[in-house]
């Protein structure tokens, strides 16, 4: 019987190029983080609106699928198409990209409000995903007029 000679480095190579190939690059999970968020003073006492934006790093796609906060019985997610704005259950955050709350576009409304929020107060929400685990985010209530492209 011939045998083959294969030195150790050539094996721990193809074992390496193998294990690569599958997924120990640790980009198959949804990687998020949430920046940019404000609430605008709201006008009326019982109704806000928040925006923020929510990137994904990671290779795998997840969904925003509820969002709850201490200063409102209820807040809903909206989307906003050809000005027509209508209630969603839940918005996807592509791997590798991101899902932004705007004014005019996909916005979040705060109902039921507990207390009226006030230019400098944060308010607390939690966002919870289809696949990953919720995230807390402190969002600051802006003038009522705040523009976020200006910071004013």
């Given at each position: ?8 480095a050539?094996?721990t ?5 193998a294990l ?6 640790g980009?198959?999970k ?6 940019s ?5 709201p ?14 790093e ?9 969002v709850?906060?201490?200063?409102a019985?209820?807040v ?5 198409v ?8 839940s ?6 990209g991101?899902l932004v709350?705007?004014?005019?576009g996909?916005h ?6 507990k ?12 966002l919870r995903?289809?696949?990953?685990g919720?995230?807390t ?13 200006t910071?004013?």
């Amino acid at each position: 019987m011939r045998r083959l000679a294969v030195p150790a480095a050539a094996l721990t190579g193809t074992l390496a190029l193998a294990l690569a190939g599958c997924g120990g690059s640790g980009d198959t999970k949804a990687r998020l983080s949430v920046g940019s968020s404000y609430m605008p003073q709201p006008v009326s006492a019982d109704m806000a609106a928040g925006f923020l934006t929510i990137t994904n790093e990671g290779g795998t796609k997840d969904e925003l699928t509820s969002v709850t906060s201490d200063i409102a019985g209820e807040v809903t997610m909206h989307d906003t198409v050809g000005g027509a704005m209508q209630e969603v259950t839940s918005l996807a955050v592509p791997a590798h990209g991101q899902l932004v709350f705007k004014s005019g576009g996909n916005h979040l409304m705060f109902e039921k409000l507990k207390r009226k929020p006030r230019r400098g107060d944060t308010v607390t929400l939690k966002l919870r995903f289809a696949n990953s685990g919720p995230v807390t985010v402190e969002m600051p209530v802006r003038s009522a007029t705040y523009n976020p492209s200006t910071g004013h």
